[in-house]
């Protein structure tokens, strides 16, 4: 019996296995959308122990906590660092298919030299040894990127950020890697939500613009993309349960922000036709200024009203959106296209059913450029779809209906220091896929032709589409 979290871990051929040592397994990373804080990379303070590193606001970990009935006490609770971790580690037998169980024993292996499994009976050992690294300056927030050969990262920034922590961890020589913002207006965009008008005001006071029309709602806008291209942005990202699409005129549109600022209730056509427009301008000075757009799309938010109540939100209580919207998909891009020619675009879908309709429809809006790149594309599997089945999946819709060389890759959409191990998890998944084509005589063994088309999935296709200067 193969030793868990060998050398050849997920690799099922010898074609992969030569790809994946020879040719990814070294490769830098870049990692392109994540939700780690510049303020924490910046101050650099150790992390205070195991259990916050992983627990501290995972709330893939706190799903199959609850899942395996373990009270919240030792999730969110106020329980003992120990007592937290001593419950993760009981139900860790219990994961067997989630790639949670995956990702932690990596995370033990490349972090912390910890090549055994963690379970009731071995959580003090792994708790003390974990905790005596941690305590070392190397482990602290910067060296862990540097560990984890990361060249460059893209937080994720509401317009209103000041950004301060980006310019002073731009001021610094020599840090070895690269931090910068990506704008994220998602605040703006849901004119749904409750405090749409108080966050109108704070983007009115960040962009120096007083926000009374759809004019003026631009034009603060626009003042805040400019703050962030100062800053070396150069990605985007908005996310939406479904893309809408229903045009309006300037007139509705202003007719639509009043109502909402005075309080008063806007209907689901009112919210789609604001949604539709503020995208389609975003989208406009996206290319503007040369800039990718990122779209994450499909999800439920807080489906437990109690959950909620109790925690608030990203705190495990999302899922998948069956709803479609890949003919809307298609008429938005079209328009955009129009008005202003696409930025490069890169579709998260949460749910399977939509990777085909995004991977063809991508396929349609695809044209000459001078990066030779895939314009817009299917991006790789998100959140619920994060393991190995929905990487592979994802990896045959897009080899079968685009062209697989010019895919993007992976990124961790993490706010651990330690998730790094995921781009090993892809890459090693990646490597496999690539070679079954060749195991099963559906593709020549060209080594250096695909051992380059893995480094540039890897690493070299993310630094083309996402165009952070490192």
């Given at each position: 019996m193969n030793k868990f979290i060998n050398d050849d871990f997920m690799i099922h051929n010898e074609y992969g296995k030569t790809l994946y040592h020879k040719y990814a397994?070294?490769?830098?990373?870049?990692?392109?959308?994540?939700h780690l804080e510049a303020k924490e990379i910046y101050e650099n303070e150790k992390l205070p122990s195991i259990t916050e590193a992983w627990l501290g606001g995972d709330h893939y970990k706190w799903r199959v906590m609850r899942a395996c009935g373990v009270d919240e006490k030792y999730i969110t609770g106020d329980a003992s660092d120990y007592e937290k971790f001593e419950k993760y580690a009981e139900i860790m037998p219990e994961l067997i298919g989630n790639p949670i169980y995956h990702w932690t024993h990596l995370e033990l292996k490349n972090y912390f030299g910890i090549d055994y499994c963690l379970d009731k009976s071995t959580a003090k050992e792994i708790y003390d040894k974990c905790n005596e690294i941690l305590d070392s300056d190397d482990y602290r927030p910067r060296g862990l990127i540097k560990m984890s050969k990361v060249k460059a990262l893209c937080t994720t920034n509401d317009p209103v950020d000041t950004l301060e922590y980006h310019e002073k961890l731009e001021a610094e020589k020599d840090l070895g890697f690269v931090v910068k913002p990506a704008f994220r207006p998602d605040g703006a965009l849901y004119i749904d939500k409750d405090s749409f008008k108080s966050y109108i005001k704070e983007l009115g006071v960040a962009s120096g613009v007083e926000i009374k029309d759809f004019d003026s709602l631009k034009e603060s806008l626009l003042a805040r993309i400019k703050f962030f291209n100062e800053r070396g942005c150069r990605a985007s990202d908005q996310a939406f349960k479904y893309i809408p699409y229903r045009r309006a005129t300037n007139e509705e549109l202003n007719e639509i922000l009043a109502k909402k600022l005075n309080d008063e209730p806007i209907s689901i056509e009112e919210e789609e036709k604001f949604k539709t427009e503020l995208f389609i301008f975003l989208a406009s000075q996206y290319k503007k200024y040369d800039w990718a757009m990122e779209i994450h799309v499909g999800v439920i938010r807080n489906n437990s009203k109690k959950l909620f109540d109790s925690l608030g939100a990203d705190v495990g209580g999302d899922s998948q959106?069956?709803?479609?919207?890949?003919?809307?998909?298609?008429?938005?891009?079209?328009?955009?296209?129009?008005?202003?020619?696409?930025?490069?675009t890169i579709v998260f879908p949460l749910n399977p059913k939509d990777q085909y309709p995004i991977a063809t429809i991508a396929g349609s809006f695809n044209r000459a450029n001078d990066d030779h790149i895939s314009t817009v594309q299917?991006?790789?599997?998100?959140?619920?779809?994060?393991?190995?089945?929905?990487?592979?999946?994802?990896?045959?819709?897009?080899?079968?209906?685009?062209?697989?060389?010019?895919?993007?890759?992976?990124?961790?959409?993490?706010?651990?220091f330690l998730s790094y191990p995921r781009h090993e998890y892809f890459r090693r998944i990646l490597c496999n896929f690539i070679g079954e084509f060749v195991e099963r005589g559906e593709y020549p063994w060209d080594e250096e032709f695909l051992g380059n088309l893995v480094q540039n999935i890897c690493f070299n296709n993310a630094k083309k589409f996402i165009k952070i200067e490192f």
């Open positions: 397994k070294d490769m830098p990373i870049f990692d392109f959308h994540c959106s069956d709803l479609s919207f890949s003919e809307n998909f298609a008429n938005i891009l079209s328009d955009i296209e129009e008005l202003s020619g696409l930025p490069r299917l991006g790789t599997s998100w959140w619920h779809l994060d393991h190995k089945e929905g990487m592979t999946d994802q990896m045959k819709i897009f080899s079968q209906v685009g062209v697989f060389s010019k895919f993007v890759g992976m990124l961790t959409d993490s706010r651990s």
